[in-house]
């Protein structure tokens, strides 16, 4: 069945690919995006082209998750041109490196802006539509880091995915009798196919990014290539856009809550078995276990 998905930081990486694979699959795929008409207009063009030589519905949308404006606006235009709106996938992130308290507060701020508010605009601009059709599926694309090995000098952007993660946790129990169903997609470090380490952002603080290379020289720099070491030759960031589509072409109520892809195996799937678990049996215990799946439009 054709749906109509939006996805938010779709002009590379996760998003630009889960546009694409699911465009394949068949669905109308609105490729959010900041300034498609400025810095983002080789990215339009490019996904122009694509649903040209491959004949799919794979549209460009101009989309800042910075901006409550922007993402009315988005969604105003998809809801006028298809009527509904069956998917959200919460992709826009970006990532900083570094000594955490290098970084200034502001710049926290905004790390959380990207992460974690821009999900509450969207949602808030196109889960109206979604309740009152008593369906649809939010996907989240989380990283491994929220419970797995974690590395130093991620921290800002480590602390910012577990705040997505955990407004991902409350929202699935808080939208399941609107029928709507939630996943969170869990990506763990893939060092090549993605743009995230080369694009990250940096502190503000030099005088103590300079302090901390004393006893940390060049720590990054190591991270980032044993993370490298620890991903099989054949991990393909292609396969975090498989997965979304598997999900998104089940149907509804028979999704998984949680799917990993993580190459480098730090460990996540495993604490987070045990943490989705517990909110499966706490539910049960307060008598909410209703709260675990999406109630069909039948049932109302």
Known sequence: MNKTIVITGASSGFGALS????ADAGHTVYAGMRDTGGHNAPQVANAKQYAGEHDVDLRSVDLDVSSQDSVDAAVETIITEQGRIDVLLHNAGHMVTGPTEAFTPDQLAEIYDTNVLGTQRLNRAAL??????RDGLVLWVGSTSTRGGTPPYLGPYFAAKAGMDALAVSYA???????????IIVPGSFTRGTNHFAHSGHPADQSVVDEYETLYPDLMDQVAQRL???SPADADVADVATAIVDVVDMPS???PFRVHIDPADDGAAVVSAVADRMRVEFLGRIGLEDLLHPHSAAAH
Do not use: K, M, N, S
């Open 228 to 230: 490298a070491e620890q």
């Open 19 to 22: 546009a694409r694979a699911l």
């Open 128 to 133: 109206p539509h979604l309740r009152a059709q």
């Open 253 to 255: 109520g028979t999704r």
């Open 173 to 183: 129990g808080e939208l399941a009798r609107f029928g709507v169903e939630t996943c």
